[in-house]
Each structure stands twice: as C-alpha cells, then as structure tokens.
C-alpha cells in the first residue's frame, strides 16, 4: 500500500465523524438508494479503514468514493462539523495514484482539460458535428433517438463563435478607473454562452472598472481534481495563478460557481507545500463570484438595477448551486438583486438549495440516479409557477 499521503492531510476530518448518520437526512443519494455506503457515515468508514490498513483500494471501494456529488449538504449539516469532502477527495486521489485514471479521463483531463487551447479545438470539432444531436429547448440538444442504450441524455449547446475568440485582452473605462479586475471566463461561459460573458465585461467597464482577461488563463479544474486527479489540477492551478499574476489586479472576478469556488478551494484541497498552499490562499482571497463582487464589493444600490422590458410582470425564482450556498456561503446576494428588480416578482423555491443531481462526470457514470435528484429540483421548481428560473451561468440544470 502507498503512503497514503493526500489522505493522511485530511485524517482529522475523518477522525471528527461521530458515526450519527444526521447526514443520511440530507445527502441526494442516500436519500434515493437507501444504503449505508452512499451516506457520508459509510464512506467516512472506510476510509478510516483504510487509514488503518485493514481496507484495500477495491474497484468496489472506488465505486462506492466515486458516488459523491460532492454538494456538501452533509458537511452543512454535521454536527460534528466533519469536512467528509474533503476526506473523499483525497480517497479518490489515493485512488488514482494506485489504480491509474481509467482510459477515458485520462485522455479528457491529461489531453483535452490540461490545456484551454487544446480543450478549444476539441470543442470546435464537436461544434461541427453537434448538428446531429436533435435540439430540445433554448440551447440543449440531446442523443439522437437511435441511440436507445444511453438514454435520451442532454447537452449543452456550442456556440457559433467562442468568447475567447472575441475578447480583448483589456477593457478600459472612462476616466480613472476605479478598481482592476482579472475576468475569469470559465469553460461554460467561454464554448457555450460567449454572449453572458461579453455583456458582464460591458457591466463591469461601465461602472468604471479596467478588465483584463489573460489569454493563457485555462480550466479552473473541479471536475479534473474532484475525480482525483491532483497532478493535473495543480498544474492547471499553477497555470491559473500565473495568469492572473499581476499584483495591480485587485480581483479575480467569475460569473460561473463553480468556477469561483474551485479558484477560492486550490488552497484547501491542492497544496503540496507550505509555499503552494500560501500561493493558492493569495491567489483564492482575490476571488470573487459575480453577484458577491456586485453587492459586497461595488456596493451597487437596490434602485441602480433595471429590468429589461422582455421581463416586465414576469415571476423568478432563484436555484441555489452547491458551489455558491455551501462552497462560498453566497445565499444573500443574488436575491437582493433578484428582488431589487422592479415589474419583476420574486417567489422563493421550496428547497432552493436541495442539489440538482449532476455533479459533473457523477451524471455520467450515474445517469438514472441523477434524474431521480434532479426530479425532485424539478418539483419544487414547478411549484412556484414561475416563468423563469434564475442561477448563476452554468450547464447543470440545462444538462438534466
């Protein structure tokens, strides 16, 4: 057995678990399976077995690591304040160091997600070929009905032309500009939804903000590092915060959740040394998710916002991502903006926070069991009646 490095990082958050399962209460999985390896309790078990070295890196045992949405509802709600996150992270990272990566991410996070150019010429290949994916709404397509064995699985839409492929690399405002930020654009912002992140740089200049979008900027990495894989992640770690090294950036700004947590996390889950880990806590505290910039940091006044005539008497309700409410603690702020707008009514979902099921490759390798999740999303959803459903820029909810 190996030194079981990364896991040893993290063994006084496996040694906190009082074994209480107040966690079977609120995890997305257990709550449809109903086992006691699908629970926090049950995984933080056996890791501590492994610790002891009376439990082998099993397929079984990846198996049960791998089935974690990493959503964090049951470190929320841990009396015990157990960081079972972070303790699964690490099995899969010991994982991957003894078992290897698998075929397939190995050539998606080693090949394609290592480098945000190379990622850019495999999305334009499948940008040409989307076509024979059918489309359902807005920008989701799906498999071709044929394809019966995989289920009618969705996807998101690829844009026309990439928002790296139009983007300057500074934006000036008039006048002195009042603070300068580094834009981080995000994979999703960048292949699927160039126009949100062109009109957020046009947002930000025009409150007088210089933004610079570094080209070399990559991946953030959550889906490369949550799978274990930390010899990628740091490296896409390091690349990020070289690009945005320069020290007149007062912040680092993203309009994708799960983009601004995993920037903020390198620091808790990558380092390897004492001078990486102040590197990445450095680089996190200049991090800022876009509606926290907006209310916390710029301070922009309820009467400031206007809504667009297309909106007028329209009902929003707001879904909470599981990287913004329990990875960030922003709760607050995309609601005071919500309910800031005027001829738009505000109407709180039941559950806002409850996970939408996707987490990442888990819908992948799970595909029914995140419908189960995502049905109960949808319920609460459907419930307010409202005509729209508002959250920060990403694919999850699109892609179940």
Request: charged share 30%.
């Amino acid at each position: 057995m190996n030194e079981l490095t990364e896991l040893k990082k993290v063994e006084q958050f496996a040694d906190q678990c009082m074994k209480c399962g107040f966690c079977s209460f609120f995890c997305p999985v257990y709550q449809e399976e109903r086992t006691e390896t699908s629970v926090a309790r049950g995984k933080n078990y056996l890791v501590r077995q492994v610790l002891k070295g009376n439990q082998e890196f099993t397929p079984e045992l990846g198996e049960i690591i791998g089935k974690c949405l990493l959503c964090k509802r049951c470190v929320a709600n841990c009396p015990a304040k157990t960081q079972i996150d972070r303790v699964v992270v690490a099995a899969r990272a010991e994982m991957v160091k003894k078992k290897g990566l698998g075929f397939a991410k190995n050539f998606v996070f080693r090949k394609v997600m290592a480098n945000k150019k190379t990622m850019g010429r495999y999305a334009k290949l499948f940008q040409r070929f989307q076509w024979l994916m059918p489309k359902t709404e807005g920008k989701v397509r799906h498999l071709p009905d044929f394809i019966k064995s995989m289920g009618r699985r969705n996807f998101p839409q690829l844009a026309k032309t990439f928002l790296s492929d139009q983007v300057k690399p500074v934006y000036k405002p008039e006048g002195t500009p009042k603070m300068k930020v580094g834009y981080f654009m995000g994979c999703a912002t960048d292949f699927v939804y160039p126009e949100l992140g062109l009109k957020f740089i046009d947002f930000l200049v025009k409150q007088g903000i210089e933004v610079v979008v570094p080209e070399d900027q990559n991946c953030c990495g959550a889906a490369v590092y949550f799978s274990g894989d930390f010899e990628t992640g740091r490296m896409l770690a390091d690349k990020n915060f070289k690009a945005f090294s320069d020290p007149s950036i007062d912040y680092i700004v993203t309009a994708c959740g799960t983009c601004s947590s995993t920037l903020k996390d390198y620091q808790k889950y990558l380092p390897d040394t004492p001078d990486q880990k102040e590197r990445y806590e450095a680089f996190g505290n200049k991090v800022k998710d876009s509606t926290e910039f907006i209310i916390d940091v710029l301070k922009i006044p309820p009467e400031s916002f206007k809504l667009k005539k297309e909106f007028e008497g329209k009902t929003a309700t707001w879904h909470d991502p599981c990287h913004l409410i329990r990875y960030q603690n922003i709760k607050d702020q995309p609601r005071a903006i919500l309910k800031a707008l005027k001829g738009l009514t505000y109407v709180e979902m039941p559950n806002a926070d409850l996970c939408c099921g996707m987490g990442g490759s888990f819908s992948v390798y799970h595909y029914d069991l995140t419908k189960k999740i995502a049905k109960k999303k949808m319920d609460g959803i459907k419930s307010t009646n409202a005509d729209i459903v508002v959250t920060v820029e990403r694919t999850s909810m699109q892609a179940c």
